[in-house]
């Protein structure tokens, strides 16, 4: 079935350090590939999205882009804040009965220090 | 901006004990979606919702799971004889539109069976 794997956590970083999360996915077809956080006490929000080999989701200073080739969906950031503390999580989606439902993988918190 | 609420936050339950937890979805959308997160797990899909019936159901969802839309807001989560194994983070989720639409999720139940 359809899965994803994302990197242990936790990720500790330094305040404007550069932030990569790995996440790569095992599915058939062609899924739609996205990332959400979760800040702390709060829902899982979407932070970015790709429909299709080769786009790249970008919201916020955050990037990832969709490598059919390599099966991946990395998310990186240029220089991390401390807000930016919280758990991502790397998720697919492809049509089902259901509408879209999501396989997300494990989550992966982001500590940023001062 | 609207959102996906959950009640409660936190239930405490012994085994054996019968649970409902409540989500309100975002008033014009018509899926709706419950998953799951035992801690240090993945998020897991459980059930699906559309037109008032179940659309997608996991081998998690068996029959001590139902969910109902009683009147029209609320999607109730209904737990029947809970085990030490349900305890786990319970999201709602929503989407207005099947194939291209957001997955607008609530910030979670936390149910802990003793």
């Known amino acids: 079935g359809d899965s994803v794997t994302q990197m242990e956590g936790p990720v500790t970083l330094s305040e404007e350090a550069f932030l990569t999360i790995n996440c790569t996915y095992t599915a058939t077809g062609y899924p739609s590939l996205f990332w959400y956080v979760q800040y702390p006490g709060e829902g899982l929000q979407l932070l970015l999205k790709a429909t299709k080999a080769d786009d790249k989701g970008s919201n916020k200073g955050f990037e990832a882009t969709y490598r059919k080739e390599t099966t991946s969906f990395h998310l990186e950031k240029g220089s991390v804040q401390v807000s930016d503390s919280a758990v991502y999580f790397c998720a697919l989606s492809k049509l089902t009965g259901g509408g879209n439902k999501l396989t997300f993988g494990t989550g992966t918190q982001l500590k940023v220090e001062l | 901006e609207p959102e996906v609420t959950q009640t409660p936050s936190h239930q405490v339950t012994q085994m054996g004990q019968e649970v409902i937890l409540r989500c309100v979805p975002i008033s014009n959308h018509l899926y709706f979606y419950w998953y799951r997160q035992i801690l240090g797990q993945k998020v897991e899909f459980l059930v699906s919702f559309y037109n008032n019936e179940i659309s997608e159901k996991s081998e998690i969802f068996d029959d001590q799971f139902s969910v109902e839309r009683p009147d029209g807001s609320n999607f109730t989560l209904k737990i029947r004889s809970t085990k030490l194994e349900d305890s786990a983070m319970y999201f709602c989720?929503?989407?207005?539109?099947?194939?291209?639409?957001?997955?607008?999720f609530g910030e979670g139940s936390r149910l802990t069976v003793l």
């Open positions: 989720a929503s989407r207005g539109d099947a194939n291209t639409g957001e997955l607008f």
